[in-house]
């Protein structure tokens, strides 16, 4: 008696396929939010009271509202975030996760990870860099114990900023290991506050708005403070390594 054999080369049309990934999908995308009513009842029942029972039959609508609730939500962000930037990092941050070719052998990056915080960033990081992979990164540190208070005034935005020593001991309950550090060179500061000066120069000579005058003044009060108070205040560029 001969048994019959399935056909290990039989291939399905590819919007057979498609049609069948879409019914899976819609089956359990309508499921899920029952259940999650379901599991919200019973919970109720162990702590003595109704669970969802106000909007729809049942409270079985529950999820729909849940999703307004979601979408109608104030988005949050730290106090002294810059706006678009913060959104910014965040995507960069979730598509590091999932970005095709990962995980990686390095992530690089310059003045960025002080908007989520060091810790905070390294540790989202893990899961997109291999076993004992890298991570160059510089963050803004104090380079003494008294800085002055016009120094202080500079940096009032970046609250958790700390010196050497605080950014070490981040980095390694991230779980990784500081390779190196180096200081960010003057010649680095004056490269890039050189041609800022000269383009609020140029401005002003062309007589700038109100709104206009007074990012031109923050600006140059931003290069002055560091021309002023170079030895109280630095970027460290970090080298470290994944546990």
């Not at 056909?7 to 919007?15: K, L, N």
């Not at 991570?135 to 005034?153: G, L, N």
């Not at 000066?197 to 931003?222: H, K, N």
Request: a negative charge.
């Amino acid at each position: 008696m001969t048994l019959p054999v399935a056909d290990t080369q039989y291939v399905e049309a590819a919007w057979v396929m498609v049609v069948k990934s879409l019914v899976i999908f819609a089956v359990i995308f309508g499921i899920l939010p029952l259940m999650t009513v379901l599991e919200r009842k019973l919970i109720g029942r162990f702590q003595h009271r109704y669970g969802p029972n106000r909007v729809g039959p049942f409270g079985i609508l529950q999820p729909l509202a849940d999703v307004g609730k979601l979408l109608g939500k104030e988005a949050f962000r730290p106090a002294n975030a810059i706006p678009t930037l913060f959104v910014i990092v965040t995507i960069a941050f979730f598509l590091m996760r999932v970005a095709p070719g990962g995980p990686f052998d390095l992530i690089w990056c310059a003045g960025a990870l002080y908007f989520l915080g060091v810790e905070a960033g390294l540790t989202a990081w893990r899961n997109a860099l291999v076993p004992g992979g890298w991570v160059a990164f510089t963050d803004a540190v104090w380079r003494t114990e008294t800085p002055s208070e016009e120094a202080r005034t500079n940096w009032a935005e970046y609250l958790e900023m700390t010196d050497e020593a605080g950014v070490t001991a981040a980095v390694e309950r991230a779980g990784y290991r500081v390779a190196g550090t180096r200081m960010l060179p003057e010649a680095a500061w004056e490269a890039y506050y050189g041609p800022i000066d000269a383009r609020i120069a140029a401005l002003r000579a062309e007589g700038p708005d109100t709104e206009l005058a007074i990012v031109l003044a923050e600006a140059e009060s931003e290069a002055a403070c560091w021309r002023a108070h170079r030895d109280e205040f630095g970027y460290l560029l970090v080298l470290a390594q994944r546990q």
